[in-house]
T-cell receptor, first 115, second 116 residues
Framework: DAGVIQSPRHEVTEMGQEVTLRCKPI?????LFWYRQTMMRGLELLIY????????DSGMPEDRFSAKMPNASFSTLKIQPSEPRDSAVYFC?????????????FGPGTRLLVL | AQKITQTQPGMFVQEKEAVTLDCTYD???????LFWYKQPSSGEMIFLIY??????QNATEGRYSLNFQKARKSANLVISASQLGDSAMYFC?????????????FGTGTRLQVTL
């Protein structure tokens, strides 16, 4: 079975441009998570979905960030307008549940550089 | 206060030796879970091992074991017989249940370097 798929793997853009990151979770997983990883702040949860519904978006830094999950097999994280401080690796992860030893499976990440 | 603390920014270990990576946590939730992930230089996050707060025995997965000391709120990862491929960042994470939310909080990580 394929793991979590993210695209693009690398993105370089200029400040002020719109950036869209994409994620396909593992089939059958009901939970989808978006994380951001930076040297300064480590790995932070931005938002997560359960059955396509956003459950907790308290980690979304500001209104420039938005996330959607139109169906069980696809999610997007959009930054508009992008700023240099948004440069980071963005991970998508999915899991069957959030209880017990059920782990989150991470995608390879999207490395974003905003110039 | 930090929920997950990893006090060792970097560790060195010789090949074939054992190494312990420290992790302490802070929670008032009686039910929680502790996870360790490995992040090699290629960047992906790889799940290693899980310990539940009610588990009576320490978790083991191959060369990985978790030294769980509940009263001290510590969940150290032990890697036995280190291999060069173990060189990576290692993250400890905790899952608590806050109402209907159940999120992972990660530590800052420990960079392990395995030497010949």
């Amino acid at each position: 079975d394929a793991g979590v798929i993210q695209s693009p793997r690398h993105e370089v853009t200029e400040m002020g441009q719109e950036v869209t990151l994409r994620c396909k979770p593992i089939s059958g997983h009901d939970y989808l998570f978006w994380y951001r990883q930076t040297m300064m702040r480590g790995l932070e949860l931005l938002i997560y979905f359960n059955n396509n519904v956003p459950i907790d978006d308290s980690g979304m830094p500001e209104d420039r960030f938005s996330a959607k999950m139109p169906n069980a097999s696809f999610s997007t994280l959009k930054i508009q307008p992008s700023e240099p401080r948004d440069s980071a690796v963005y991970f998508c992860a999915s899991s069957l549940s959030t209880s017990g030893g059920e782990t989150q499976y991470f995608g390879p990440g999207t490395r974003l550089l905003v110039l | 206060a930090q929920k997950i603390t990893q006090t060792q920014p970097g560790m060195f270990v010789q090949e074939k030796e054992a190494v312990t990576l420290d992790c302490t946590y802070d929670t008032s939730d009686p039910s929680y879970g502790l996870f360790w992930y490995k992040q090699p230089s290629s960047g992906e996050m790889i799940f290693l091992i899980y310990q539940g707060s009610y588990d009576q025995q320490n978790a083991t997965e191959g060369r990985y074991s978790l030294n769980f000391q509940k009263a001290r709120k510590s969940a150290n990862l032990v890697i036995s017989a280190s291999q060069l491929g173990d060189s990576a960042m290692y993250f400890c994470a905790m899952r608590e249940t806050d109402g209907t939310a159940s999120k992972l909080t990660f530590g800052t990580g420990t960079r392990l370097q395995v030497t010949l």
